[in-house]
């Protein structure tokens, strides 16, 4: 079995690198073609089966159909399409437009992923490709989406009503793994006696991991922090990332309590988890929110934005909890059952985690593979 992947982000996170790196332990025939603009930033290295093309500017972003013109004539002109049993398409405007057009000409079937960006740009903002958005999912023959909250909030708001039976039925919620470094380094010694003497005397470490950025709405919680220390709580509030917006960042020192730490590489971001208590990250948006997971396998309770990608995963209160980010009570309150009961939540997070190993997502993934191939 053949597979052609379209994936518009491979270059710009490690995520898709090692999940096909997964998949080549099931299959060798993964062969990957990443269209991006000149200039635009690359984070990883190719690998042999990866075909990364600049066939379109930074301008061309602004004309959805000329920019998908020039990957779809490209695309034809590098690859031998009909070599390919299958296609996946990783986002459902960009990519999977591509292979909704490959289908057409060649009837290779195709399954697509649905992004935060499909959601939280194309459809909110895009209205006019809603018609083009449903031709793709139609036609797909299976959906695959990172989590259930944001299937719900598509189906709920952007599918026309008599679409939304068929979709549903050929949907499926694969999460993203995460990197078996956390997994084979989880954290099953933690000094809970110890934190729980701390948590007694009102005393408490939280840690946020992100870009600094307004999407990560670092903003609400230094003001949940600042609340904290009104109800005499004594709270270490750090915050380790690339800082993606300074102006937000020169906003965000002014305060006393947020203490930035930098960015760090997976070593010291491990001893980093372990050292704190809760791990807390309000985003506005976020696709999956790989961070809460590496949280998990250091025994980090996470809080975390409700009706964005990380909610659902689990049931409410069995990790942690998610909350309302226009409300700071709701916050309080959830920081305050973690600490009423602090070995529950550690303990579900180091079983859990285990929800997200590459060699089971990506087993499900094969399986969708063999069973929609032509």
């Given at each position: 079995m053949k597979i052609?992947?379209?994936?518009?982000?491979?270059?710009?996170?490690?995520?898709?690198?090692?999940?096909?790196?997964?998949?080549?332990?099931?299959?060798?025939?993964?062969?990957?073609?990443?269209?991006?603009?000149?200039?635009?930033?690359?984070?990883?290295?190719?690998?042999?089966?990866?075909?990364?093309?600049?066939?379109f500017?930074?301008?061309?972003?602004?004309?959805?159909?000329?920019?998908?013109?020039?990957?779809?004539?490209?695309?034809?002109?590098?690859?031998?399409?009909n070599d390919f049993n299958i296609i996946h398409a990783?986002?459902?405007?960009?990519?999977?437009?591509?292979?909704?057009?490959?289908?057409?000409?060649?009837?290779?079937?195709?399954?697509v992923a649905i992004r935060g960006t499909d959601v939280d740009y194309f459809y909110r903002y895009k209205f006019y490709l809603k018609k083009r958005g449903e031709k793709i999912l139609k036609n797909a023959k299976k959906i695959f989406f990172l989590s259930d909250s944001y299937r719900k909030v598509m189906m709920n708001n952007y599918i026309s009503e008599k679409f939304k039976e068929e979709l549903l039925e050929k949907s499926i919620i694969i999460p993203n793994g995460i990197d078996d470094f956390w997994l084979n380094n989880t954290f099953n010694d933690k000094n809970l006696e110890q934190i729980n003497k701390r948590i007694n005397k009102k005393k408490i470490k939280i840690l946020l991991v992100g870009k600094i950025s307004k999407i990560k709405n670092i903003d609400f919680a230094i003001k949940v922090v600042h609340k904290l220390a009104e109800e005499g709580w004594t709270v270490s509030f750090d915050v380790v990332g690339e800082i993606e917006d300074y102006r937000y960042f020169n906003k965000l020192k002014k305060s006393?309590?947020?203490?930035?730490?930098?960015?760090?590489?997976?070593?010291?971001?491990l001893k980093c988890y372990r050292e704190h208590d809760i791990f807390l990250l309000p985003s506005k948006t976020e696709t999956f929110g790989l961070v809460y997971a590496e949280a998990m396998s250091q025994g980090l309770p996470v809080i975390y934005t409700k009706n964005q990608g990380f909610d659902n995963q689990f049931e409410d209160g069995t990790i942690g909890y998610s909350i309302n980010i226009q409300d700071l009570n709701c916050c309080i309150d959830s920081i305050n059952k973690i600490c009423s009961n602090y070995d529950y939540y550690y303990y579900n997070c180091i079983k859990a985690v285990k929800k997200f190993n590459w060699n089971d997502i990506c087993n499900d993934y094969i399986k969708v593979y063999e069973e929609k191939s032509k």
């Open positions: 052609l992947h379209i994936n518009c982000n491979y270059m710009g996170t490690k995520l898709h690198q090692i999940m096909i790196e997964h998949l080549n332990k099931y299959t060798n025939e993964n062969v990957i073609y990443c269209p991006i603009y000149k200039g635009s930033r690359i984070v990883t290295k190719p690998n042999e089966n990866v075909i990364v093309s600049r066939c500017n930074i301008f061309d972003r602004l004309f959805y159909f000329n920019k998908q013109k020039k990957i779809y004539k490209d695309i034809i002109g590098r690859i031998n399409v990783y986002t459902l405007f960009t990519d999977g437009n591509v292979a909704y057009n490959l289908h057409n000409k060649y009837d290779i079937p195709y399954v006393n309590l947020f203490n930035y730490l930098g960015e760090m590489n997976k070593e010291n971001l």
